[in-house]
Nanobody, 124 residues
Framework: QVQLVESGGRSVQTGDSLRLSCASS????????MSWFRQAPGKEREFVAA????????SVSDSTADRLTISRDNTKNMVYLQMRSLKLEDTAVYYC?????????????????WGQGTQVTVSS
């Protein structure tokens, strides 16, 4: 089993930068693909990015990857989402997720473990 705790979400202005963190505990961290999803009010939870234990990455799009970059530190059991040039449409609850399938999945049902989320609010 894996426990995930997100942090770093706050209210920011458009154009700002922000780094979200996800702390993992309970199982061998490097066995897990880690990912970030986000969910805005009234919207479905959507994939942002994923990263394997070895550092392979997948993003929802090239343009998103330019602004929202996933990374991990296996010595600290941490995964991060570095966000830059934030836009109003980035406003959402951001969730950290983990799975041990080995696939860089982009669907909610491909991830077994989830954090409680951290709120990011972007305003003009």
């Amino acid at each position: 089993q894996v426990q995930l705790v997100e942090s770093g979400g706050r209210s920011v202005q458009t154009g700002d930068s922000l780094r979200l963190s996800c702390a993992s505990s309970g199982d061998t961290f490097t066995r897990y693909v880690m990912s970030w999803f986000r969910q805005a009010p009234g919207k479905e939870r959507e994939f942002v990015a994923a990263i394997s234990g070895g550092g392979a990455r997948r993003s929802v799009s090239d343009s998103t990857a330019d602004r929202l970059t996933i990374s991990r530190d296996n010595t600290k059991n941490m995964v991060y989402l570095q966000m830059r040039s934030l836009k109003l449409e980035d406003t959402a609850v951001y969730y950290c997720a983990a799975d041990n399938s080995g696939d860089l999945g982009n669907r909610v049902d491909e991830y077994r473990y989830w954090g409680q989320g951290t709120q990011v609010t972007v305003s003009s």
